[in-house]
């Protein structure tokens, strides 16, 4: 038995595999077969019915969704840091049965974003740097308005983050949030409270201006 991902937040979709060759009663015909899944917050084990994925695949896949509010049929109640434990009952091909496991963790709370600083101001461009609590991806959404609307992503994932905002014009007032996305898909969103943070490019100021096209 497999799930397919090592953390979850608490509104996601668990992907549940099991691989039996034992359970294939028919070659010609799609089978079924039944696992269970339970968490730290929910102990009373969740049924997931899985569906062979084809004609003698021998593999059979299901789902469920994890909540923060409910349990019952089609949802696993659980907490941040809770353990997810997705079991099998395998009869065994040599007539030895044995309980199969798989196991995740919720995480549900977004990284922490702080120290959000503006530097290398230019006519044209500005940099962005912020750093969260835990490995994240980052993104800067950016515009003349609120709420900006151009948005510029990181590659990779860090938590010391860094976006050069380029092609700006001189002489202008950018309003910007910073947003950081964590390995379990919880995102935290920091738009200084829903007044946006700004900036203001550099002025272009001509000082002294000279044809030099000929030798003057």
């Not at 929910?42 to 994890?66: A, N, Q, R």
């Not at 202008?172 to 910073?178: D, G, L, R």
Request: net charge negative.
């Amino acid at each position: 038995i497999l799930v397919d991902k090592e953390l979850y937040n608490c509104s996601d979709t668990i992907h549940i595999s099991v691989f039996d060759a034992v359970l294939i009663t028919s070659p010609t015909a799609i089978n079924t077969a039944t696992a269970q899944i339970v968490s730290t917050s929910d102990t009373v084990p969740e049924t997931i019915e899985l569906t062979e994925t084809g004609v003698d695949t021998s593999e059979f896949s299901g789902t469920i969704l994890t909540s923060s509010t409910q349990s019952g049929p089609g949802y696993l109640l659980v907490s941040h840091s809770d353990t997810i434990t997705a079991s099998y009952h395998d009869e065994g091909c040599d007539g030895a049965p044995a309980d199969v496991t798989d196991t995740a963790t919720a995480d549900c709370q977004g990284p922490v974003i702080s120290n959000i600083v503006v530097s290398d101001l230019t006519t044209s461009s500005a940099t962005i740097t912020w750093t969260t609590s835990e490995m994240a991806e980052g993104s800067v959404s950016f515009g003349l308005n609120v709420p900006p609307g151009t948005q510029a992503n990181e590659t990779g994932t860090t938590m010391d983050h860094s976006i050069t905002l380029e092609g700006l014009t001189d002489a202008t007032v950018y309003f910007f949030q910073v947003a950081s996305r964590d390995a379990g898909g919880n995102e935290t969103i920091d738009n200084a409270g829903g007044a946006y943070y700004f900036f203001i490019t550099l002025e272009f100021t001509s000082i002294m201006e000279a044809n030099m096209d000929t030798n003057p």
